[in-house]
């Protein structure tokens, strides 16, 4: 899901948390912990648009396990507000993500993602480069820039990353 639609849903989502823990910390956790996940993707999108490599789904900080292994800790050691806060937040980015992202049904899990060699081709099959960067280019237009930016200084027009796009496509034809 965009970034600017995670820091609304993360804001709300953080004052219900305030409202259950009484701790007013609780909305820029939540908060924190609702946006900043998505600074993973930089690496990928470097890789991607800047280096115009085949597409790359690391983003390490979206997984399942993380969320299982918070929610494991705080039923080890009880849930303080800052670990509710960081559990809500992660976990409402993970499962927007993973109703709006249109992906597979574990691409949010790290492990499978490891297991399909963190290819974007393979974890998300519709995954569309042009429409993808439209979408960063709105949502994070210095960042944007600086992607073109760099591509121009390289002047790198052969773009290795689009057949495998369309590649992408063509898979989920197949797979329909
Ligand atoms: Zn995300």
Same mark, same amino acid.
């Given at each position: 899901?965009?970034?600017?639609?995670?820091?609304?849903?993360?804001?709300?989502?953080?004052?219900?948390?305030?409202?259950?823990?009484?701790?007013?910390?609780?909305?820029?956790?939540?908060?924190?912990?609702?946006?900043?996940?998505?600074?993973?993707?930089?690496?990928?999108?470097?890789?991607?648009?800047?280096?115009?490599?085949?597409?790359?789904?690391?983003?390490?900080?979206? *997984? $399942?396990?993380?969320?299982? @292994?918070?929610?494991? #800790?705080?039923?080890?050691?009880?849930?303080?507000? !800052? &670990?509710?806060?960081?559990?809500?937040?992660?976990?409402?980015?993970?499962?927007?993500?993973?109703?709006?992202?249109?992906?597979?049904?574990?691409?949010?899990?790290?492990?499978?993602?490891?297991?399909?060699?963190?290819?974007?081709?393979?974890?998300?099959? *519709? $995954?569309?480069?042009?429409? @993808?960067?439209?979408? #960063?280019?709105?949502?994070?237009?210095?960042?944007? !820039? &600086?992607?073109?930016?760099?591509?121009?200084?390289?002047?790198?027009?052969?773009?290795?990353?689009?057949?495998?796009?369309?590649?992408?496509?063509?898979?989920?034809?197949?797979?329909?």
């Amino acid at each position: 899901m965009r970034p600017s639609r995670h820091l609304a849903l993360s804001a709300g989502v953080g004052v219900g948390v305030w409202a259950i823990t009484g701790e007013p910390w609780s909305i820029p956790v939540t908060l924190g912990a609702g946006v900043l996940v998505d600074i993973d993707h930089a690496p990928d999108l470097w890789w991607t648009f800047a280096l115009r490599r085949k597409p790359t789904a690391t983003f390490l900080l979206h *997984g $399942w396990e993380w969320l299982g @292994a918070a929610i494991a #800790f705080g039923v080890w050691f009880g849930f303080p507000w !800052w &670990l509710l806060a960081l559990i809500v937040g992660h976990g409402f980015h993970l499962v927007t993500d993973h109703i709006f992202n249109g992906g597979l049904t574990f691409s949010y899990s790290l492990i499978y993602r490891a297991s399909q060699g963190f290819q974007m081709a393979r974890v998300a099959p *519709g $995954w569309d480069f042009d429409y @993808a960067f439209k979408v #960063f280019k709105k949502e994070m237009p210095p960042a944007a !820039w &600086l992607i073109e930016w760099w591509v121009k200084r390289s002047g790198s027009s052969d773009c290795e990353a689009r057949p495998e796009a369309h590649k992408a496509e063509e898979r989920l034809d197949v797979q329909r």
